[in-house]
């Protein structure tokens, strides 16, 4: 008998619960049922990369200064974290939910998009696979999921949210734009903070709220694409599920430090800046890749971040090709007296090869040292 | 007075306080959470694939349209059941629940209140136990 196939669009948003943690709790089973975080020292300027539940019952939230996350909650158990192991146990996790489809989409080290569509499910219905994969997951690798089910992306997401922890939350079909309705409007992925306080200003709080607002005075005040805001508010997403290439390249590659005490010297910061773009360059050089765009980024001691980029005009692969970019936006950025508190360094606009010096310089010729 | 639908002999809705992620909130009127409870694995419905402990996520006195999962009542809490609704808005009970008695039906005829829809159900989440330390 050949199993039933799904007719409708179904995809699955599969979230790895407190994956950091749980992944250091996997290392050391001593650390269950403990208040976990996983992050810097509270001596320094550390802060949470991430909270078990049973930390978060104390109000600890990831990216909270460690020192503040320790006031909270006393007796927490912190841990500094291996990257290394969370890569691998996402390659293991991501490598069993390949079999079940290749159309996966990773969005983080934690986080993928499945789209099931037309599959023919093994008992004929996304929710059980769902349940199962999560059965699966935890047998396996003693590691616990959150799958939101939907007819597209967009919810699917939003009901994985819904759901955690170790919860599968399917939205039935049809009833999308329901689901969504009573729900916030910071709920709906691409409402950030500034859209959200545009629209409390006209007194919209909820999805539903934003579906029925008139929208020409939506317009008015965000001046954005307000027919698909109001779209995905309904719960309307056509976008596909997109797998990665195997040789697909990073939209971006960046790193960041935050200094163990505020720093306001020029000097200083130049140095770190020039540290930060080697690491970051050498990990474009590695994919044999050229980048186009730099940014800097600097968060200051009040927590304000902020940003400057600029676009080359040719694509570059060395440090040399960045650096003079880098060092102008950092100045352009301070003002010799703020203390900064974080330094990030981010290339953008990656393509592959193609790298080539510019052709004036080509030209050049070659100095003599008479 | 309508009767209290016999627990013994069906499934029922546990009214949940709150479930913050779907929305659902103590006090909203306009969404509940209910969780399913008494479903035999025996009459686990094969359409629909409820469970015992399945929570299920209702937006009340929404329109049903044919091929929704509703919840319909008699006008108490108490009574709630589920039920499908088929072809010509005729409401068929899944997962154990009986069938509705419908206004017009001999039940209405006979003086008792017909049943409604309550609300339609919009979605369903079932969690699984955290894993035991111990076991691990």
Known sequence: MTAPTEARRVVFHVDLDAFFVAVERVLDPSLHGKPVVVGGSPDGRGVVAAASYEARAFGVRSAMPMARAVRLCPQLVRVRGSRDAYRRASRAVFGLLRELTPRLQKVSIDEAYLDLSGQPLVAGRAFDTALRLQQQVRERFRLDLSVGVASNRLVAKVASGASKPVGVLEVLPGQEQRFLAPLPIRKLPGIGPATAERLHGLRIQTLGALVDADPRRLEAHLGRDVEGLQMRARGIDTSPVRPAQPDALPKSISHETTFPVDRSKLSYLEKRLAELLHATASRLREREAVARTVSIKLRLTDFTTLTRDRTLPHPGREDADFLPTARQLLEDLLDGRTPIRLLGVKLAGIERGAWQPALFEEAKPARTSD | ?136
């Open chain 2, 1 to 136: 007075m309508p009767e209290p639908l016999p627990r013994a002999a069906s499934p029922w809705l546990e009214l949940l306080e709150e479930l913050p992620g779907a929305g659902v909130t103590a006090g909203d009127a306009g969404r509940v959470a209910l969780r399913l409870h008494g479903v035999a694995a025996a009459r686990v419905d094969p359409q629909h694939g409820l469970a015992e402990g399945d929570v299920l996520v209702v937006a009340v006195g929404a329109d049903a349209e044919v091929g929704d999962l509703v919840v319909w009542w008699q006008g108490q809490l108490d009574q709630l059941a589920l039920a499908e609704v088929s072809d010509g808005y005729r409401l068929d009970g899944v997962a154990g629940f009986p069938a509705p008695i419908l206004m017009g039906s001999g039940a209405a005829q006979r003086g008792q209140a017909g049943a409604s829809v309550y609300g339609v159900v919009i979605g369903r989440l079932r969690q699984l136990q955290a894993a035991d330390p111990q076991q691990r």
